[in-house]
């Protein structure tokens, strides 16, 4: 009964929060640049650069990995959230805590591995924004799908 609100909710709540990390990032990397090489000029959006005056370097790549580990965990709650009405009455909370584990620790292995193979470093960073992004409810929505075929099939 309240599957489709649900699915609805997480998916609209996933664009929404995919395209506010999208403008967070963009004006951050804009802002650490600005300050991290003392220009003249930040293209950050102005009212971001509001929300950031006077900060430093340390202060907004402190504020990069906490928004990154508060998008990763949105993600995970919306990929919990949406895999209930998905694949009921099986519980996913733990799989898929451990699939974001485990892809959050390969990013740490590439980037440890990047120090040898300077390529690993955009390998990592990748991994690191398919958590932050709405990726994985697509897996879900995808993974669903194929259970439902299956089922189909079997009967």
Same mark, same amino acid.
């Given at each position: 009964?309240?599957?489709?609100?649900?699915?609805?909710?997480?998916?609209?709540?996933?664009? /929404?929060?995919?395209? @506010?990390?999208?403008?967070?990032?963009?004006?951050?990397?804009?802002?650490?640049?600005?300050?991290?090489?003392?220009?003249?000029?930040?293209?950050?959006?102005?009212?971001?650069?509001?929300?950031?005056?006077?900060?430093?370097?340390?202060?907004?790549? /402190? @504020?990069?990995?906490?928004?990154?580990?508060?998008?990763?965990?949105?993600?995970?709650?919306?990929?919990?959230?949406?895999?209930?009405?998905?694949?009921?009455?099986?519980?996913?909370?733990?799989?898929?805590?451990?699939?974001?584990?485990? /892809?959050?620790?390969?990013?740490?292995?590439?980037?440890?591995?990047?120090?040898?193979?300077?390529?690993?470093?955009?390998?990592?960073?990748?991994?690191?924004?398919?958590?932050?992004?709405?990726?994985? @409810?697509?897996?879900?929505?995808?993974?669903?799908?194929?259970?439902?075929?299956?089922r189909a099939r079997s009967i």
């Amino acid at each position: 009964m309240m599957r489709r609100p649900i699915i609805l909710f997480c998916i609209i709540a996933a664009i /929404i929060l995919g395209a @506010l990390r999208e403008f967070l990032f963009l004006n951050l990397n804009y802002q650490i640049d600005h300050v991290a090489r003392h220009t003249g000029i930040s293209y950050a959006h102005s009212l971001f650069q509001g929300w950031v005056k006077g900060w430093d370097l340390r202060s907004l790549i /402190i @504020l990069k990995w906490v928004l990154a580990l508060c998008f990763i965990g949105a993600m995970w709650g919306l990929c919990v959230l949406i895999a209930r009405p998905l694949f009921a009455p099986r519980r996913l909370e733990k799989p898929l805590a451990l699939a974001f584990l485990a /892809i959050g620790g390969a990013a740490i292995l590439f980037h440890w591995a990047a120090q040898w193979a300077a390529p690993m470093e955009s390998v990592s960073v990748k991994l690191l924004h398919l958590l932050q992004y709405p990726v994985p @409810l697509f897996f879900l929505w995808a993974a669903a799908m194929l259970v439902r075929h299956e089922r189909a099939r079997s009967i």
